[in-house]
Protein backbone atom coordinates (compact mmCIF):
# COMPACT_ATOMS: atom_id res chain seq x y z
CA UNK A 1 0.00 0.00 0.00
CA UNK A 2 1.48 3.52 -0.99
CA UNK A 3 2.43 5.53 2.30
CA UNK A 4 0.28 8.49 0.52
CA UNK A 5 -2.92 5.97 1.63
CA UNK A 6 -1.37 5.39 5.51
CA UNK A 7 -2.62 7.71 8.33
CA UNK A 8 -0.36 9.55 9.67
CA UNK A 9 -1.63 10.00 13.10
CA UNK A 10 -1.40 5.76 13.55
CA UNK A 11 2.26 5.81 12.20
CA UNK A 12 3.27 8.47 14.37
CA UNK A 13 2.00 7.23 17.41
CA UNK A 14 4.13 3.90 16.81
CA UNK A 15 6.91 5.20 15.29
CA UNK A 16 8.89 6.17 18.49
CA UNK A 17 9.16 4.78 22.39
CA UNK A 18 10.53 6.92 24.98
CA UNK A 19 13.39 8.57 22.91
CA UNK A 20 16.07 10.61 25.03
CA UNK A 21 19.17 9.99 26.76
CA UNK A 22 19.55 6.13 28.47
CA UNK A 23 22.07 5.15 30.72
CA UNK A 24 23.25 1.57 30.45
CA UNK A 25 21.57 -0.61 33.15
CA UNK A 26 23.93 -0.99 35.82
CA UNK A 27 25.25 2.81 35.98
CA UNK A 28 24.30 4.81 39.02
CA UNK A 29 21.89 7.63 38.15
CA UNK A 30 23.68 10.10 40.44
CA UNK A 31 22.37 13.60 40.50
CA UNK A 32 22.60 17.28 42.66
CA UNK A 33 19.46 17.80 44.84
CA UNK A 34 19.80 21.12 42.51
CA UNK A 35 19.64 18.88 39.24
CA UNK A 36 16.81 16.42 40.81
CA UNK A 37 14.31 19.94 41.12
CA UNK A 38 15.21 20.74 38.08
CA UNK A 39 13.38 17.58 36.88
CA UNK A 40 10.27 17.71 38.92
CA UNK A 41 10.13 21.24 38.25
CA UNK A 42 10.01 20.35 34.51
CA UNK A 43 7.55 17.38 35.24
CA UNK A 44 5.37 19.53 36.91
CA UNK A 45 5.08 22.29 34.09
CA UNK A 46 4.53 19.95 31.83
CA UNK A 47 2.11 17.92 33.38
CA UNK A 48 0.19 21.10 35.23
CA UNK A 49 0.33 23.60 32.67
CA UNK A 50 1.34 22.90 28.88
CA UNK A 51 -0.17 19.24 28.91
CA UNK A 52 -3.69 20.64 30.15
CA UNK A 53 -3.46 24.00 27.25
CA UNK A 54 -2.73 21.39 24.84
CA UNK A 55 -5.84 19.00 25.97
CA UNK A 56 -7.91 21.72 25.31
CA UNK A 57 -6.83 23.14 22.08
CA UNK A 58 -7.18 19.40 20.79
CA UNK A 59 -10.35 18.83 22.23
CA UNK A 60 -11.51 22.14 20.74
CA UNK A 61 -9.69 21.35 17.49
CA UNK A 62 -11.98 17.68 17.57
CA UNK A 63 -15.15 19.58 17.90
CA UNK A 64 -14.54 21.84 14.16
CA UNK A 65 -15.44 18.87 12.47
CA UNK A 66 -13.38 17.37 10.12
CA UNK A 67 -9.86 15.89 11.76
CA UNK A 68 -7.97 14.64 8.71
CA UNK A 69 -7.38 18.38 7.41
CA UNK A 70 -7.34 20.05 10.59
CA UNK A 71 -3.88 21.88 11.68
CA UNK A 72 -4.81 22.19 15.54
CA UNK A 73 -5.82 18.86 15.93
CA UNK A 74 -3.38 16.91 13.96
CA UNK A 75 -0.32 19.38 15.28
CA UNK A 76 -2.11 19.28 18.98
CA UNK A 77 -2.40 15.64 19.04
CA UNK A 78 1.66 15.40 18.18
CA UNK A 79 2.20 17.96 20.73
CA UNK A 80 0.60 15.95 23.18
CA UNK A 81 2.34 12.70 21.95
CA UNK A 82 5.64 14.42 22.58
CA UNK A 83 4.59 16.12 26.17
CA UNK A 84 3.51 12.49 27.43
CA UNK A 85 6.83 10.78 26.38
CA UNK A 86 9.19 13.71 27.88
CA UNK A 87 6.94 13.01 31.11
CA UNK A 88 7.40 8.82 30.96
CA UNK A 89 11.24 9.98 30.76
CA UNK A 90 11.81 12.36 33.42
CA UNK A 91 9.52 10.02 35.63
CA UNK A 92 11.67 6.99 35.07
CA UNK A 93 14.82 9.41 35.51
CA UNK A 94 13.44 11.32 38.65
CA UNK A 95 13.14 7.58 40.03
CA UNK A 96 16.07 5.74 39.05
CA UNK A 97 17.79 8.77 40.66
CA UNK A 98 20.39 9.02 43.22
CA UNK A 99 20.72 11.88 45.02
CA UNK A 100 24.40 12.62 46.07
CA UNK A 101 25.25 15.96 48.31
CA UNK A 102 28.78 16.95 46.82
CA UNK A 103 29.14 19.25 50.42
CA UNK A 104 28.84 16.20 52.24
CA UNK A 105 31.87 14.70 50.51
CA UNK A 106 34.72 13.65 53.67
CA UNK A 107 37.87 13.77 51.22
CA UNK A 108 37.87 16.93 49.55
CA UNK A 109 41.25 17.33 48.58
CA UNK A 110 40.07 14.71 45.76
CA UNK A 111 37.75 14.73 42.33
CA UNK A 112 34.76 13.26 43.29
CA UNK A 113 31.27 13.92 41.85
CA UNK A 114 29.89 17.26 42.41
CA UNK A 115 33.42 18.76 42.70
CA UNK A 116 33.67 22.22 40.66
CA UNK A 117 37.43 21.47 38.89
CA UNK A 118 39.84 24.01 37.33
CA UNK A 119 42.42 22.98 34.73
CA UNK A 120 45.13 23.78 32.35
CA UNK A 121 45.15 21.96 29.26
CA UNK A 122 48.04 21.32 27.02
CA UNK A 123 47.38 24.45 25.32
CA UNK A 124 47.87 26.29 28.50
CA UNK A 125 43.88 27.04 28.71
CA UNK A 126 42.60 27.63 31.97
CA UNK A 127 39.13 25.53 32.49
CA UNK A 128 36.65 25.17 35.33
CA UNK A 129 34.06 22.58 34.96
CA UNK A 130 31.55 20.98 37.44
CA UNK A 131 31.06 17.19 37.45
CA UNK A 132 27.14 16.48 38.08
CA UNK A 133 24.88 13.49 36.94
CA UNK A 134 23.85 12.55 33.72
CA UNK A 135 20.39 14.62 33.24
CA UNK A 136 21.67 17.70 34.55
CA UNK A 137 24.87 18.28 32.77
CA UNK A 138 24.68 22.10 30.96
CA UNK A 139 27.79 22.90 28.72
CA UNK A 140 26.62 26.74 29.03
CA UNK A 141 27.48 26.59 32.41
CA UNK A 142 30.32 24.48 32.55
CA UNK A 143 28.54 21.49 34.06
CA UNK A 144 29.63 18.26 32.83
CA UNK A 145 28.30 14.49 33.18
CA UNK A 146 30.28 12.14 35.57
CA UNK A 147 30.56 9.62 32.40
CA UNK A 148 32.01 12.47 29.95
CA UNK A 149 35.68 11.55 28.97
CA UNK A 150 37.21 14.37 30.99
CA UNK A 151 35.04 14.00 34.29
CA UNK A 152 36.10 10.11 34.10
CA UNK A 153 39.68 11.90 33.74
CA UNK A 154 39.48 13.98 36.60
CA UNK A 155 37.36 11.94 39.23
CA UNK A 156 39.95 11.05 42.19
CA UNK A 157 42.84 13.30 40.75
CA UNK A 158 44.49 15.41 43.45
CA UNK A 159 45.26 19.31 43.22
CA UNK A 160 48.38 19.22 40.97
CA UNK A 161 47.90 15.91 39.28
CA UNK A 162 48.57 15.43 35.45
CA UNK A 163 45.41 13.47 34.06
CA UNK A 164 45.41 12.41 30.01
CA UNK A 165 42.09 12.63 28.20
CA UNK A 166 41.37 11.05 24.47
CA UNK A 167 39.94 14.00 22.38
CA UNK A 168 38.85 14.24 18.63
CA UNK A 169 41.96 16.04 18.33
CA UNK A 170 44.22 13.44 20.16
CA UNK A 171 45.67 12.84 23.44
CA UNK A 172 44.94 16.10 25.99
CA UNK A 173 46.90 16.58 29.24
CA UNK A 174 45.53 18.43 32.04
CA UNK A 175 46.92 19.87 35.47
CA UNK A 176 44.77 20.12 37.54
CA UNK A 177 44.90 23.44 39.82
CA UNK A 178 41.81 23.81 41.99
CA UNK A 179 39.03 21.57 43.60
CA UNK A 180 36.02 23.07 45.67
CA UNK A 181 32.93 21.91 46.66
Sequence with gaps: MSKAFTKEDDAAETEFEDEGLEVSSGVPNYITREGLQRL????????????????????????????????????GKRRLREIDRRMRFLLKRIESAEMVDPAKQKDKSRVYFGATVSYVNSDGEEKTVRIVGVDEARSERNEISWISPVAKALLKAEEGDEVEVRTPKGIDRLEITKISY
Design 40 to 75: RDEFRQLQQQERPKVVETVSWAAGNGDRSENGDYIY
